[in-house]
């Protein structure tokens, strides 16, 4: 299972799904971000992709590769991670730690 909870609540998270989505339908539609002017152009492009299984296929890969964690098995989080409320922040002896593993 995935914790999506806490996720949700990380905006790291939120702006990798977004992208996830935007990136592969723009690629295939030859688009930038600057081509949308508009909210018209962006459901127009939005439409266009659902109706469109390889364009589909695209989103659906991007997001899997956004939502699974490469650190564990499978594609649940750890049961540590599932434990959470919050995203996790690092604690004071991280940073410490990671100031000695640059050294």
């Known amino acids: 299972m995935i914790n999506f909870k806490v996720r949700l ?3 790291v998270f939120i702006a990798q799904l977004v992208l996830a989505v935007l990136t ?5 539609a030859g688009l930038t971000v600057q081509d ?3 909210w018209k152009a962006l459901g127009d492009l939005l439409i266009g992709a659902l109706s469109n299984p390889y364009v589909l296929g695209l989103v659906i890969v991007s997001v899997f590769n ?3 964690d490469p650190t564990t098995a499978g594609i649940q989080d750890s ?3 599932m434990t959470y409320s919050y995203p996790k922040k ?3 002896e ?3 730690y990671a100031d000695i593993e640059e050294e």
């Open 9 to 11: 609540r990380n905006p």
């Open 24 to 28: 592969p339908i723009l690629a295939y």
């Open 36 to 38: 949308l002017t508009t």
């Open 66 to 68: 956004a939502v699974t």
């Open 79 to 81: 049961d540590n991670a």
């Open 90 to 92: 690092k604690d004071a």
């Open 94 to 96: 991280e940073d410490d």
